[in-house]
């Protein structure tokens, strides 16, 4: 990129970069401790790996979708607020990176199963395909581009990636992906983000940055309600998960469980 662009543009991607590190480090966090389960599980109970990998995947698709979808829609009132009116054409590259990170997040589970299962040789080899892919759409997309190229190679590559890794641990493990439940997550976050983009269009800066989060919180978690994107089992998985939360907000996040599965 700094090669075929402008140091503006280079500087555009890195706030994009960085932007799509801070979003993505709550389901990197997630993938650690699911990753460490995967790998106890294999000893005690090899037989229901598969399962928890399609649940890790449900739960992922539940935080990526959102923060994704969300962090698209108000790209402009985030960047405008944190860096200045002048880094405005830092706006769609963030907006696409963010959506072309979708991917990257779902395939860890994936991902995760096949090292557990000692099968890196392929992770290895398709990753060399991506890398690849990469750099022959970097060296097509940039001079013409700049970083909107950079993002779009970039994001097609690890579309790339996780659609082989996912294709290849489905068939290799037999696993039967959630895709009624993905597609109606998916369907509930594009209802948020589209709620959230229009009010990022319609309120100055400051009001539609501290707006849009909350505003778009709450009607995703109307709208998983209403779509029933959940399963009952899910209702003490996340109960479990009570004591992360900061002991002053435990009875509100119970009381929202309990309505989410009401």
Same mark, same amino acid.
């Given at each position: ?59 992922? #698709?539940?935080?990526?979708?959102? +923060?994704? %979808?969300?962090?698209? /829609? !108000?790209?402009?009132? =985030? &960047? ?88 290849? #641990?489905?068939?290799?493990?037999? +696993?039967? %992906?959630?895709?009624? /439940? !993905?597609?109606?997550? =998916? &369907? ?75």
């Amino acid at each position: 990129l700094q090669r075929y662009s402008t140091f503006a543009q280079v500087g555009f991607y890195g706030i994009a970069f960085s932007l799509s590190g801070v979003l993505m480090s709550l389901p990197n966090s997630f993938a650690s401790a699911c990753g460490a389960t995967l790998m106890v599980q294999r000893g005690r109970d090899p037989e229901s790996m598969n399962g928890m990998v399609v649940t890790w995947l449900r739960f992922a #698709a539940l935080l990526v979708f959102p +923060l994704t %979808l969300g962090m698209a /829609a !108000l790209s402009g009132p =985030a &960047i405008r607020l944190i860096y200045g009116v002048k880094f405005s054409p830092a706006i769609p590259v963030i907006a696409l990176m963010s959506v072309l990170n979708i991917p990257r997040a779902l395939m860890v589970p994936a991902q995760q199963l096949l090292v557990v299962l000692e099968k890196q040789g392929f992770i290895v080899r398709w990753m060399m395909v991506s890398a690849t892919v990469t750099v022959v759409l970097d060296r097509l997309l940039i001079p013409r581009y700049a970083s909107m190229g950079a993002t779009w190679g970039n994001g097609i590559a690890q579309c790339v990636a996780a659609a082989g890794i996912w294709v290849y #641990a489905a068939h290799g493990e037999r +696993l039967r %992906l959630p895709w009624s /439940a !993905l597609v109606r997550m =998916a &369907i509930c976050a594009l209802a948020m983000a589209t709620v959230c983009y229009w009010l990022s269009r319609r309120l100055p800066t400051v009001p539609a940055a501290l707006i849009g989060v909350p505003v778009g919180a709450v009607l995703y978690a109307t709208l998983l309600r209403t779509f029933r994107s959940f399963r009952p089992e899910d209702q003490p998985r996340l109960m479990r998960l009570e004591t992360q939360v900061p002991l002053a907000l435990r009875p509100f996040y119970a009381r929202s469980v309990q309505w989410l599965f009401a």
